[in-house]
């Protein structure tokens, strides 16, 4: 059979064309942290130690409280709230960021009485649907203005709300057309990693959202070569949606507890007593940034969590996720370094 040689080079063109288009180049890396909201201004002493890592991003959340998850009405930018969790606490944190060349995403969460999942909320009849859609909308409409006010680099239009986005797709479609009309910069949303092949309106946003607390190994101390082998199922379906949707994939948190077993179940955020293992949370760390850092489809992350108070934070030996005074904060300090210019 004769093979004509210049079909061939167009068709090997035609698929390098198609694999290149599919696959998108994230540009710059985000090295971030998520900033817990405190009951205090931020100053420079809170800002240094974050630039002494080489972040070049930080996630400032506002936050919502609902008494439970069927419950219609969020209360948000109270006198009740903490400075750092309302309106002008979050203001005043991007400013004092952005006078430190920090990049900001805002990125509001709501807390149900209890720490009950968000991602279960479900409202009970229609007109509570409606009545929860237009108190989540003005929420996060006010702190959209307030990104755009302040020049904030990105805004997160939700965090880990699985069940709303699926059961209201209208509304979801509708939100993101309004935020557009409000802010100029990019859109993520921020879904559970469990849920994040669900979602359907990553075409509309500029990044995959993920929490990224994918379960990768059940060793109580696992070694970073056992971790990234953990990653690689994960890691196949976040190239799939990159390609499916043209988006790179942002790691809208990331983090391990510095505690046995820290990789089995990353996102189990319970108080317990159990003794402090940083070593396991630092190999997981590695195994996250030997993983996905390289790769031109990843946008990068924001660490999950760091404190405004950071030598507070590093005087308290804790099996929490904060990496601040633990091995895992010099992982930080060698991944996000590598690249400032």
Sequence with gaps: MRI??????????????T??????????????????????????????????????????????FVRDKNH???????????????????????????QNDIKVMIKPHIWIWRGVFTGDMKMDSEADWELFEKSYEDYILLYAALAEETHAELFCIGTELYN???????????LIEKVRNVFSGKLTYA??????????????????????YFPVTDEVTPTTAKAKGGWEPHKKLLVSLSQRYSKPILFTEFGYRSADYAGKEPWVSDRHDGKMNAKAQAN?????????????????????????????????????????????????????????K
């Excluded at 969020?74 to 005043?92: A, C, D, H, I, M």
């Design 4 to 17: 004509d040689i210049r079909f061939l080079l167009v068709l090997v063109v035609a698929i390098c064309i």
């Design 19 to 64: 694999a290149c288009s599919a696959t998108p180049v994230a540009g710059q890396q985000i090295n971030g942290v998520s900033f817990v909201s405190s009951k205090d201004n931020l100053t420079q002493s809170h800002i240094d130690p974050i630039l002494n890592v080489g972040a070049s991003h930080a996630a400032v959340m506002p936050f919502a």
């Design 72 to 98: 219609p009405e969020l209360q948000f930018n109270s006198e009740r709230q903490w400075f750092g969790e309302r309106y002008t606490g979050v203001k005043q944190y991007v400013e004092a960021l952005h």
């Design 164 to 174: 709303f986005t699926k059961e209201r797709p209208e509304f979801w479609a509708s």
């Design 191 to 212: 879904e559970n990693w469990d849920k994040v092949g669900e979602v359907t309106f990553w075409s509309d946003l500029d990044f995959i959202g993920a929490d990224a």
């Design 284 to 340: 997981l760390y590695e195994a996250v940034f030997e993983t996905f850092w390289d790769e031109e489809w990843f946008a990068g992350g924001f660490a999950w969590k760091w404190f405004h108070n950071h030598d507070r934070a590093i005087q308290e030996e804790n099996n929490r996720f904060t990496p601040q005074g633990k091995e895992a904060e010099q992982i930080l300090k060698k991944w996000y370094e590598r690249d400032v």
